[in-house]
């Protein structure tokens, strides 16, 4: 099945205690990106990728790093977490621009 | 004020009635996506536009690129219809960056 696969679904973590959300995409897509979501703010990209080693900068970059080693995943890194980043997480995948997107299921961080 | 405005912010319908969300943007574009967001959270992708207008079953949606306007249109809707719909716009100088509306949230009742 084509999918986009987050992990992991719900994380509450401390501040300043690093981690990582994986995102996998298993349709062979170049473009992949991360979006947060807030009440009242709604999606707002935070990094997208090109291709393997193509990474820039969304709307929200501050307090991320991703990296693209492979074409299938796309990790968002929390390199020291704060509670201003407690949101909802997705990530999608996309062929090229003509095509629609493939989102993951989501991933609700709160950082206490 | 944001560059991609969606209208209504909610909608209540009845089932079976016609229903239509609305979204402006202040840009120059090189696409426009609709996505539903299901009760879950999860995130679909219904449409991409660049010009004209596309239908899926039950639902239609049409761009204006000259207005800057796009509708999302459900016939006959359904309770299963419920969910958020939100419109993103990939604009001509802002690369690969996408823009959303805060969404629709859409009640049918049955």
């Known amino acids: 099945e084509a999918q986009v696969t987050q992990n992991p679904r719900y994380l509450i973590t401390v501040t300043g205690k690093k981690l990582t959300v994986t995102c996998s995409q298993n349709?062979?897509?170049?473009?992949m990106s991360w979006y947060r979501q807030d009440p009242g703010l709604g999606l707002r990209q935070i990094y997208y990728s090109m291709n393997v080693e193509v990474t820039d900068k969304g709307d929200v970059p501050e307090g991320y790093k991703v990296s693209r080693k492979e074409k299938r995943n796309f990790p968002l890194i929390l390199e020291s977490p704060s509670p201003n980043q407690t949101s909802l997480y997705f990530c999608?995948?996309?062929?090229?621009w003509g095509y629609g997107y493939t989102f993951g299921s989501g991933t609700r961080l709160t950082v206490v | 004020k944001n560059e991609v405005e969606q209208s209504p912010q909610n909608l209540t319908a009845q089932e079976g009635e016609f229903i239509t969300i609305n979204c402006s943007y202040s840009?120059?574009?090189?696409?426009l996506h609709w996505l539903q967001q299901h009760p879950g959270g999860g995130i679909v992708s219904l449409f991409m536009l660049s010009s004209g207008k596309k239908k899926h079953g039950r639902l239609i949606a049409t761009i204006n690129i000259q207005e800057k306007h796009s509708s999302l249109h459900i016939t006959a809707s359904h309770p299963r219809d419920s969910a958020v719909y939100i419109c993103?716009?990939?604009?001509?100088?802002?690369?690969?960056?996408?823009?959303f509306g805060e969404g629709t949230q859409l009640t049918v009742n049955p």
């Open positions: 840009v120059g574009i090189s696409a």
């Open positions: 999608a995948s996309t062929r090229t």
């Open positions: 349709m062979n897509h170049e473009y």
């Open positions: 993103a716009v990939r604009s001509e100088t802002s690369g690969s960056r996408l823009t």
